[in-house]
T-cell receptor
């Protein structure tokens, strides 16, 4: 069964600093990987997804993620944090076929002025 | 941009009462999902529909939860009776295809059981 592990339940960065949110996946076959963002009392919004077309994936709001098969990782980065980036971020994995998304426990990002 | 509609946004109910949530997916999305998200945790799948058929309800507590999607369009999730531990965000999502297709989530229903 596929699963993802997000390292760090809470990450705090200064405004303008690099954002790095870690995600490792477990899958017996090449998976589809996703990052979602959730603001308080809202649903989840897709940031980006890996579909094997390219290992470096660019998403919305300046975020990007790199798929590294050798490390089974799909870490999310942003060069310069903005106050509006403060939210909960979820990594998710999906197999082939009509299997559902499986989410990690999430990482709360705080941005300090 | 098309959205997944959910109602109500917030619901407070007393334990042992019945409660129901409604979801209208994006038009043309055959697959519909209900997830439960406990505060501070990731969403967990409750039930998955393909058109009007249940594909996966292995994590649905069937003694108190039920879900239906009668015409393969909108869906209702019911809890009867509600328990204190059911307090959570209930998220509905829909998708067009398989594999690489992501989901579109609704804004969710925040349930508080008192």
């Amino acid at each position: 069964a596929q699963s993802v592990t997000q390292l760090g339940s809470h990450v705090s960065v200064s405004e303008g600093a690099l954002v790095l949110l870690r995600c490792n996946y477990s899958s017996s076959v090449p998976p589809y990987l996703f990052w979602y963002v959730q603001y308080p009392n809202q649903g989840l919004q897709l940031l980006l997804k890996y579909t094997s077309a390219a290992t470096l994936v660019k998403g919305i709001n300046g975020f990007e993620a790199e798929f590294k098969k050798s490390e089974t990782s799909f870490h999310l980065t942003k060069p310069s944090a903005h106050m509006s980036d403060a939210a909960e971020y979820f990594c998710a994995v999906r197999g082939s076929g009509n299997t559902p998304l499986v989410f990690g426990k999430g990482t709360r990002l705080s941005v300090i002025a | 941009e098309a959205e997944v509609a959910q109602s109500p946004r917030y619901k407070i109910t007393e334990k042992s009462q019945a409660v129901a949530f409604w979801c209208d997916p994006i038009s043309g999305h055959a697959t519909l999902y209900w997830y439960r998200q406990i505060l501070g945790q990731g969403p967990e799948l409750l039930v998955q529909f393909q058109d009007e058929s249940v594909v996966d309800d292995s994590q649905l507590p069937k003694d108190r939860f039920s879900a239906e999607r009668l015409k393969g369009v909108d869906s209702t999730l019911k809890i009867q009776p509600a328990e204190l531990g059911d307090s959570a965000m209930y998220l509905c999502a829909s998708s067009f295809g398989q594999g690489a297709s992501g989901y579109t989530f609704g804004s969710g229903t925040r349930l508080t059981v008192v």
